[in-house]
């Protein structure tokens, strides 16, 4: 069976049985107004709002060197918070950079509740974890590069260094919480009677 012979009830068609042009439209959802094509994205909805919007209701524009350094720290690194609950209201996200100048390493640390993840913007930092799936925990090195990944579960102690003597390793990070959760910690291993 052709679609031409039978088309669609909603699809348009270029003319009438009197040759004008029909515009397409589609039946609104629980009673709103039908949308014509090329009337807009949201026809239904007022062309503008009447009140400021509250924080939640709107986009929020933060420029490079408009980065927040009042956030949670780790030694031997600087976090600068961009998207927060402090800064623009989120509720569930926290997004910054961290920078770790050359020839340095940050503490031991994990960032309890938060999914983070780790974008490299420049420089070459190594993530270190114990990874303990084998039974004896064993110290891993993700060494990275610029456009790399790296995800970080919750509760994972972790560190970052930047073994280059010479350049800062830049790095963006996304965190699944409303604020950056840093809990420093004295090593990458549990330490005995810490139940």
């Known amino acids: 069976m052709s679609s031409a012979a039978h088309p669609h009830p909603d699809s348009a068609s270029p003319a009438d049985?009197?040759?004008?042009?029909?515009?397409?439209?589609?039946?609104g959802a629980e009673g709103r107004p039908a949308t014509e094509a090329g009337a807009g994205f949201h026809p239904h909805l007022p062309d503008r709002v009447a009140q400021p919007a509250p924080l939640a209701a709107r986009l929020h524009h933060i420029r490079a060197g408009a980065l927040d350094g009042d956030t949670a720290q780790t030694g031997g690194?600087?976090?600068?918070?961009?998207?927060?609950?402090q800064t623009v209201g989120s509720e569930k996200l926290w997004m910054g950079q961290t920078h770790v100048a050359p020839a340095t390493s940050s503490s031991d640390h994990h960032h309890g509740e938060s999914e983070t993840a780790i974008y490299v913007v420049s420089g070459?930092?190594?993530?270190?974890?114990?990874?303990?799936?084998?039974?004896?925990?064993?110290?891993?090195?993700?060494?990275?590069?610029?456009?790399d990944y790296i995800f970080v579960p919750p509760f994972v102690p972790h560190r970052e260094e930047n073994p280059d003597p010479d350049v800062e390793a830049v790095v963006v990070i996304a965190r699944s919480?409303?604020?950056?959760?840093?809990?420093?910690?004295p090593s990458l291993y549990p330490v005995e009677g810490s139940d």
């Open 124 to 147: 070459h930092p190594v993530f270190v974890f114990a990874d303990d799936s084998a039974g004896e925990p064993e110290e891993v090195r993700l060494e990275t590069g610029p456009g």
């Open 77 to 85: 690194m600087r976090r600068f918070a961009a998207v927060s609950g």
């Open 17 to 27: 049985a009197g040759g004008a042009a029909r515009p397409h439209t589609h039946a």
């Open 177 to 185: 919480t409303q604020e950056a959760i840093v809990v420093n910690l």
